[in-house]
């Protein structure tokens, strides 16, 4: 384990580079965040059932409005920071009401004739339930008659079973409304890559760093995110076209559908009676990422330039409130407007300006460093990187056109870090020599450089204590400058792991239960063929039937030149065996709240032939561990 250090403060370089950043000065943003307050959660901590610290917005009580901005801290973040530990119930318009603060995302409450009307209901179930106290407190009790989600992220549903159960929904007494594609979209995007990409949230969000100067102070959307696993609730109803009417609990609203924008499946709303706009995660108050640091689908930034220009086309000229799934809101007709057309114009400049460039035949990373953000968008808060970075986005639309591939054949099969590493070493004179050309540049503040040169050493000899100290300074002095809170926590993130090496695996994020269960047979076979160990299948081909009486499917899964196929519809009649169970019970096994023994000996599952040829398959399956390494072998 490498020897522990405390994080350090900020190198002059960095403090020279922090006080010439220019900071937004507008009020607008601070009196629209507190408008509205109604109350708070009584000490800002929540938690489960077991009392369990789920959230405590408590432990930003170093970021006031009046605070100055710390030397730790890039002056422009730390006002978003400032902005987001504004927290409580709010009134937003006569039957609006949002809760902002004890989750990364809002939750909001639409009083309609007879109930709630819940728009996203936060990340966790137990975040949501102080929520709707808060909200039946302070307000009037009322039964949840509908919950609406707007995207297919886990911070805009994880939270449902807080505010609605499975058997009202199933009963009547609250709709689930969603935009096409929701639950497929919700599921896929953390299923093939789920272990890798909880990993990586770490280092995007930071829920392992201290909240301190030095520490975390933000996730730009929103404060934090909440500890504990999302739950999920089908919707009962899809929104399948713009321009579709419902009536929901008296409301009426019109939505628009806006695919492959901020999520997959993600949808604004407009309130035509009372002129009320919800833009989702389509518009916030921040440059969005392009593609995640944590990892996703590269998003589409023309369609997401041309569906914020279809909303001020559908809904701009009537519309006197705009509110959203993250931050806080807008009022009156002429600024929503002007918020909305600069968000619109920002992505699609990212989006133009990339292509210009690429075009000229400059790679990704040189036209990172060519575009700067012109003032007409620096010059607003909130089309500065506080979650997405200009950095990460130009190379996100780069990706999405171009591929990884910079078109240069020396880059077309790299060695790996370790390999390269010990060659770089090698070429520098050894680890002594390239560790004082390290500390050299160092002095200088020429960080970036310098991370790049550990790097190498790092990797040739993760055991060289002096090597990865100096990177965790200067991984540390990067953080402190950084705009987007998303660099900050990746580079914080990976200071404290050079220096106290990874979490252990009961820190690190598990896959929530309720998402797996939501899989279709598809993805669970398609999750089951990633984890098939190659060799151990050399020579095998064998197939099984199964048969899914509660949903009435049949399906071929088999081994075929050391691959998991799936065929739906369809059996063969030479199979090894035939399987029947339902759905739900391959799913408790697939979640590990059973096993396979367990639901054959209760009678859940039944085998006709060989039973050893499942076990061939399910025998010879990889398991992942989602504490590995990032910044050392």
Not at 212 to 219: A, F, K, L, V
Request: aromatic share 8%; glycine share 6%.
């Amino acid at each position: 384990m490498p020897q522990q250090e405390h994080a350090k403060d900020a190198s002059q370089h960095t403090q020279k580079l922090n006080a010439q950043v220019v900071v937004p000065n507008s009020q607008i943003d601070f009196d629209n965040a507190q408008r509205g307050f109604i109350a708070q959660w009584p000490g800002g901590r929540v938690e489960d059932e077991r009392g369990r610290m789920v959230y405590d917005i408590s432990r930003y009580a170093f970021i006031s409005h009046d605070s100055p901005s710390p030397s730790t801290v890039n002056p422009s973040l730390w006002r978003q920071a400032q902005l987001n530990v504004i927290h409580g119930l709010f009134e937003v318009a006569p039957n609006v009401w949002q809760v902002r603060g004890y989750d990364i995302s809002n939750i909001t409450f639409i009083a309609g004739e007879t109930g709630w009307v819940v728009i996203d209901p936060l990340t966790n179930e137990n975040t949501a339930r102080i929520s709707l106290e808060l909200a039946n407190t302070h307000l009037g009790a009322r039964p949840v008659t509908a919950v609406i989600y707007t995207h297919s992220h886990a911070d805009h549903f994880g939270g449902v079973l807080g505010v609605t159960t499975q058997a009202d929904v199933d009963a009547g007494k609250c709709r689930v409304i969603a935009p096409e594609g929701f639950l497929h979209e919700t599921v896929s995007e953390n299923v093939i890559a789920g272990p890798a990409m909880s990993r990586r949230s770490n280092y995007q969000f930071g829920p392992l760093l201290p909240a301190s100067p030095t520490g975390h102070i933000d996730s730009g959307l929103g404060k934090s995110v909440p500890i504990g696993a999302p739950g999920l609730i089908a919707p009962t109803e899809d929104i399948t076209y713009t321009g579709e009417e419902l009536v929901v609990d008296g409301v009426r609203i019109v939505f628009q559908l806006t695919p492959e924008t901020e999520a997959p499946a993600e949808m604004n709303f407009f309130f035509p009676d009372h002129g009320w706009l919800c833009m989702a995660e389509n518009c916030t108050h921040t440059m969005h990422n392009l593609v995640p640091i944590r990892g996703a689908q590269v998003r589409d930034a023309l369609s997401w330039s041309k569906y914020i220009n279809e909303s001020i086309e559908l809904f701009g000229s009537n519309t006197s409130l705009m509110f959203a799934s993250h931050h806080w809101p807008r009022w009156g007709n002429a600024d929503i407007v002007h918020f909305l057309t600069l968000q619109r114009d920002l992505y699609r400049w990212m989006h133009d300006q990339t292509m210009r460039l690429a075009n000229h035949g400059y790679v990704a990373s040189e036209i990172a460093e060519m575009l700067t953000l012109p003032e007409d968008f620096l010059e607003h808060s909130h089309t500065r990187g506080y979650y997405g970075d200009l950095v990460h986005n130009v190379k996100a639309v780069h990706q999405r056109y171009l591929s990884w591939y910079d078109a240069n054949p020396a880059n077309l099969h790299k060695l790996p870090p370790s390999d390269a590493g010990k060659k770089y070493v090698e070429l520098a004179g050894g680890e002594a020599a390239l560790l004082q050309k390290a500390r050299e540049a160092f002095e200088r503040g020429e960080y970036r450089w310098v991370a790049e040169l550990l790097n190498h050493l790092v990797f040739a000899n993760p055991e060289n204590a002096d090597a990865r100290h100096l990177q965790a300074d200067t991984l540390e002095q990067l953080g402190y400058q950084a705009e987007s809170s998303t660099f900050r926590n990746a580079y914080l993130m990976g200071a404290q792991e050079l220096r106290q090496g990874p979490p252990s695996a009961a820190q690190s994020k598990i896959r929530a239960k309720g998402l797996l269960l939501a899989m279709t047979i598809q993805q669970v076979f398609d999750t089951l063929a990633i984890r098939l160990k190659t060799d151990e299948v050399a020579g095998v081909s064998l197939s099984l039937n199964w048969t899914f009486t509660d949903i009435e499917e049949k399906w071929l899964l088999g081994i075929s030149h050391r691959t998991l196929f799936s065929t739906p519809g369809r059996h063969d009649p030479q199979a090894a065996a035939s399987i029947t169970t339902t759905r739900r019970t391959l799913l408790e096994v697939i979640s590990q709240s059973s096993t396979f023994l367990d639901e054959i000996q209760a009678g859940n599952i039944s085998i006709e032939g060989d039973a050893t040829a499942l076990i061939t398959v399910l025998g010879n399956l990889d398991t992942f561990q989602i504490n590995f390494a990032i910044v050392e072998p």
